[in-house]
């Protein structure tokens, strides 16, 4: 654990918000947390800032002058890998959805805590972390690195999947979610548990990110998104990534 701590140091954190004054109240709370925090108030400035900044993590509004977080997000993609967490003023189910198949990793509502900004900000930097520092060493114990079945492989040390010898295009929060199901193959994951191991936080029962990531997910990975035979959704229970689909 003391290899992610010292990680904490050196995260930074762009902060993508018109509100200036939550912008820099945000900021200041953050950075007296050991983050290092930048500030763009423009969202027709955000793209370029991401592209040329490649910060550990962004922290996108969703309704924002010049450009709104939902295009940002479905435009930084490509290139940009790392963790973004979407806020919003709105409740709207749909603007969720909306973000995560943008490629948004979380998405929280405002009036934002800070303490919980910061919760939800280190789960996603750490488990970054601590996947990502394994490419150069073996998993101890019987923790694999990579896993096979038949066409699908998935490599936790290189955080990426391949079908029949092709890459999949997967964000970073649908990795992590892939590699957890197909770590547990044969087992049944409740939502619960899966929403504990990738967000750190308990499951609201209201949450629906995860199903939408497994609806994304199931296609990339040649499966059937109505009579899906590799990742089963189990009714009242959660997912069963199938060994031999």
Same mark, same amino acid.
Request: glycine share 8%; charged share 30%; aromatic share 6%.
């Given at each position: 654990?003391? &290899?992610?701590?010292?990680?904490?140091?050196?995260?930074?954190?762009?902060?993508?918000?018109?509100?200036?004054?939550?912008?820099?109240?945000?900021?200041?709370?953050?950075?007296?947390?050991?983050?290092?925090?930048? +500030?763009?108030?423009?969202?027709?400035?955000?793209?370029?800032?991401?592209?040329?900044?490649? !910060?550990?993590?962004?922290?996108?509004?969703?309704?924002?002058?010049?450009?709104? &977080?939902?295009?940002?997000?479905?435009?930084?993609?490509?290139?940009?890998?790392?963790?973004?967490?979407?806020?919003?003023?709105?409740?709207?189910?749909?603007?969720?959805?909306?973000?995560?198949?943008?490629?948004?990793?979380?998405?929280?509502? %405002?009036?934002?805590?800070?303490?919980?900004?910061?919760?939800?900000?280190?789960?996603?930097?750490?488990?970054?972390?601590?996947?990502?520092?394994?490419?150069?060493?073996?998993?101890?114990?019987?923790? !694999?690195?990579?896993?096979?079945?038949?066409?699908?492989?998935?490599?936790?040390?290189?955080?990426?999947?391949?079908?029949?010898?092709?890459?999949?295009? +997967?964000?970073?929060?649908?990795?992590?979610?892939?590699?957890?199901?197909?770590?547990?193959?044969?087992?049944?994951?409740?939502?619960?548990?899966?929403?504990?191991?990738?967000?750190?936080?308990?499951?609201?029962?209201?949450?629906?990110?995860?199903?939408?990531?497994?609806?994304?997910?199931?296609? %990339?990975?040649?499966?059937?998104?109505?009579?899906?035979?590799?990742? %089963?959704?189990?009714?009242? %229970?959660?997912?069963?990534?199938?060994?031999?689909?």
């Amino acid at each position: 654990m003391d &290899g992610v701590e010292q990680t904490n140091e050196s995260w930074r954190i762009l902060i993508v918000e018109d509100d200036e004054r939550l912008a820099d109240l945000t900021r200041e709370y953050l950075e007296n947390n050991g983050l290092t925090v930048s +500030l763009e108030t423009h969202g027709g400035h955000a793209v370029e800032r991401i592209r040329n900044e490649q !910060p550990d993590l962004v922290v996108l509004d969703l309704m924002l002058p010049g450009e709104d &977080g939902l295009s940002i997000c479905r435009r930084v993609r490509p290139f940009y890998t790392g963790p973004i967490i979407m806020l919003t003023a709105r409740t709207d189910d749909l603007d969720q959805v909306l973000g995560l198949e943008m490629g948004a990793d979380d998405y929280i509502g %405002k009036p934002v805590q800070p303490r919980v900004l910061l919760a939800r900000i280190r789960a996603l930097l750490r488990r970054v972390a601590e996947t990502g520092q394994g490419s150069g060493e073996q998993p101890s114990g019987d923790e !694999p690195v990579r896993l096979q079945f038949n066409d699908l492989v998935v490599d936790r040390s290189m955080r990426e999947a391949w079908l029949d010898e092709q890459s999949i295009d +997967l964000t970073s929060a649908e990795f992590d979610l892939l590699w957890l199901l197909a770590s547990n193959a044969g087992r049944v994951l409740s939502r619960e548990e899966i929403f504990t191991a990738l967000r750190g936080i308990e499951y609201d029962g209201q949450d629906r990110s995860i199903d939408v990531r497994v609806s994304r997910i199931r296609p %990339k990975i040649g499966d059937d998104p109505v009579h899906p035979k590799r990742i %089963k959704t189990v009714r009242s %229970k959660g997912y069963l990534f199938v060994k031999e689909a």
